[in-house]
């Protein structure tokens, strides 16, 4: 049995494995657009930005591991093309030349997703995103003390960048439409935290403000960070059905049968939350991942895992657990000391119903496994 993975990021390499680990004999290949081997993506705004890890550090493992695996890395190829009925695939080198046409019994997308461009700035300055080992090195290379740092969004992007940007001594400028940063996950009460954390740093935070023409012209630098987009057209093209990411089921398998999607361009049937989520996080990388190569075997395994993500800005490190859903939430609870500019402490729970729909922690890291355990239970 053939079994192609398309994509060559976090969720596909921890597929791989699993296959491996779990005792799939028969092959693998691994589809990958970038010339790399396949590596995380967070640290790229998090350690190796602030400089403390280089980029090889990222990589899921190294090419001996692929070869001793017999896990065979097709790299710098596009797939341009699924045809579900034949069971084919059409790839191209990305950087030119002839295709080829080569068979799977079983397929798994896991294409990610790319930046979302904001076309002001692609008139105006010379943007820079962060999303590939070498968005990373332009980005690192900018951030120099005095450097002034124009930063458009204020999401969890915007917001590590410009902590890594104050640690490196750039000046730091970042525009938010909202009223407050990261206001949609968080709520407003979290949020300003997050807000007093980054103008406590020396950041102009600018939030109810559309950046001007004027404003990224004079910059030296120009971050971008302003949402993602999943990677879907090759599954629509193929006729998979698509709504704002790869529709999959519980299972993680689209509308063909012998097709699983994971990662950044899954849009799944949660069977806890009991809604479609899309996660465009590292842990659900790795996580759909290993179920995904379990039911690509066979096993029909829900995929109940729920939402995490973390963050590190400044001495600030946080995790957070579950979802709330789009009714929103009646309150939350914060327990300890939220000055976290200064060393503090706390946890909080987003609850509705009086169930916790969603909890985090920040600088608490002796309590995450008693926040993680209370996503779900009464309050």
Not at 2 to 15: D, E, M, P, Q, R
Not at 27 to 49: M, N, T, W
Not at 174 to 199: C, K, M, N, T
Not at 357 to 370: E, G, P, T, V
């Amino acid at each position: 049995m053939i079994i192609a993975i398309v994509g060559g990021g976090l969720a596909a390499a921890t597929a791989a494995t699993e296959l491996r680990d779990h005792g799939f004999d028969g092959e693998v290949v691994i589809y990958s657009a970038e010339d790399h081997l396949p590596y995380e993506r967070p640290p790229l705004s998090k350690a190796v930005l602030l400089g403390d890890a280089d980029a090889g550090s990222t990589q899921v493992h190294d090419a001996t591991w692929y070869d001793e695996n017999g896990v065979r890395l097709e790299r710098g190829v596009k797939v341009v093309s699924i045809d579900p009925t034949t069971r084919t695939l059409r790839t191209e080198p990305v950087a030119g030349g002839d295709g080829s046409e080569h068979s799977y019994n079983k397929l798994l997308l896991a294409t990610g997703s790319v930046p979302r461009h904001f076309p002001l700035a692609d008139r105006v300055a010379d943007p820079l995103y962060l999303r590939t080992v070498e968005d990373n090195a332009r980005l690192l290379a900018a951030l120099k003390p005095g450097a002034t740092v124009v930063i458009v969004g204020a999401g969890w992007i915007g917001l590590e960048v410009a902590s890594a940007a104050r640690h490196h001594g750039a000046e730091v400028t970042v525009y938010e439409v909202a009223d407050l940063p990261l206001v949609s996950v968080l709520g407003p009460e979290i949020a300003q935290l997050f807000a007093d954390l980054h103008r406590f740093h020396g950041v102009d935070l600018r939030l109810g403000t559309p950046v001007d023409e004027a404003a990224l012209a004079s910059a030296d630098a120009v971050v971008v960070g302003v949402g993602a987009m999943p990677l879907t057209q090759l599954a629509d093209d193929a006729g998979l059905e698509v709504d704002g990411g790869v529709l999959v089921d519980e299972t993680l398998r689209t509308s063909a049968p012998d097709i699983y999607a994971i990662g950044d361009v899954a849009s799944q049937q949660h069977p806890v939350l009991g809604r479609r989520i899309r996660v465009e996080h590292w842990d659900t990388a790795i996580e759909q991942g290993k179920v995904a190569a379990h039911n690509l075997l066979g096993e029909g395994e829900p995929y109940t895992h729920l939402p995490y993500f973390f963050t590190d800005q400044y001495d600030l490190g946080m995790e957070y657990f579950g979802s709330v859903g789009p009714d929103g939430y009646d309150r939350v609870d914060i327990e300890g000391d939220t000055d976290v500019a200064h060393g503090g402490a706390f946890r909080a729970y987003w609850v509705k119903d009086g169930v916790v729909q969603a909890a985090m922690h920040a600088n608490d890291w002796d309590s995450s496994d008693a926040v993680r355990d209370s996503v779900g239970t009464e309050r």
